[in-house]
């Protein structure tokens, strides 16, 4: 069994930056693939971001691409969003995953999410 607890959330400007954090429980999150995901109100949740347990590779929505970046501390067993160059459309609900497959296909555990607003 695995918790994700995410963080970091809040109120920003465009142009912006924020840091989201997702804080995991159990002794396995190595062997998790982790993820976030992003949901926007009126929208169907969408992949944002990805890293495998082991090697620390990295996939990411080509409308995030060089502006977020994905990293993790499995010492810590936490999992991290960096975000830079914020937009207004990146206002959404952010939800932490951990998954055993690569790509986040099928997510076996989900945070309760944290809410990113971006101001124009």
């Known amino acids: 069994q695995v918790q994700l607890v995410e963080s970091g959330g809040g109120l920003v400007q465009a142009g912006g930056s924020l840091r989201l954090s997702c804080a995991a429980t159990?002794?396995?999150?190595?062997?998790?693939?982790m993820g976030w995901f992003r949901q926007a109100p009126g929208k169907e949740r969408e992949f944002v971001a990805a890293?495998?347990?082991?090697?620390?590779?990295?996939s990411y929505a080509d409308s995030v691409k060089g502006r977020f970046t994905i990293s993790r501390d499995n010492e810590k067993n936490t999992v991290y969003l960096e975000m830079n160059s914020l937009k207004t459309e990146d206002t959404a609900v952010y939800y932490c995953?951990?998954?055993?497959?690569?790509?986040?296909?099928?997510?076996?555990?989900w945070g309760k999410g944290t809410l990113v607003t971006v101001s124009s």
């Open positions: 995953a951990a998954s055993t497959i690569p790509t986040m296909a099928l997510v076996n555990y």
């Open positions: 159990g002794r396995t999150f190595s062997r998790y693939h």
């Open positions: 890293i495998s347990g082991s090697r620390g590779s990295t």
